[in-house]
């Protein structure tokens, strides 16, 4: 072997050993690259998790508040609805009494009666007739019409009654 070829030898184990080094070198650089970046990745999946755990807490929150408003509107229906029904039930039992006296005759219906001197048709009072309003003439009403009156007059109190737990359920649900 001439010296020429023995240099060109170890030029060439020189360059091997180099290129070696170098491939051993990107390795460990490329070993280090892949732990940093999973380090990265490892803090952005928890300030991901940590965001979507504030996100979820905060819609939780939410829906607690909703569901706490919506049943404190049910109870104010409820308390209303009970209210309406106390009212509806009351009324009822008055116009039952109402109704049972005048067909016992207990009670009687009368109307005041305008007096015009000027036409001379003034109806004259039931005689005995006891009367709170001392002045006026009354004359009492039929139990058959009377009855009719108290129907209407019922169905006069359901309707207001009615009217008010509507105007109720609204305020209560009404933000």
Known sequence: ?????KLGGLVLLVLVLMAGAAGVAWEVQDWRMGKRLAEQLSEQSASHQKDLDAITGEAWGQQRAEQDKRLAAEQRASAADQQHTKELSDAQRNQARLRDQLATADVRLSVLLAEDPASGCN??????AASVVHAARRAQLDPAHAQRIIAITDDGDNA?????ACQAYVRAVAP
Do not use: E, K
């Not at 109806?123 to 005995?128: E, H, N, R, S, Y």
């Not at 207001?160 to 008010?164: D, E, G, N, T, Y």
């Open 160 to 164: 207001v009654i009615a009217l008010r």
């Open 123 to 128: 109806v004259p009072a039931a005689p005995g």
């Open 1 to 5: 072997m001439t010296p020429v070829q």
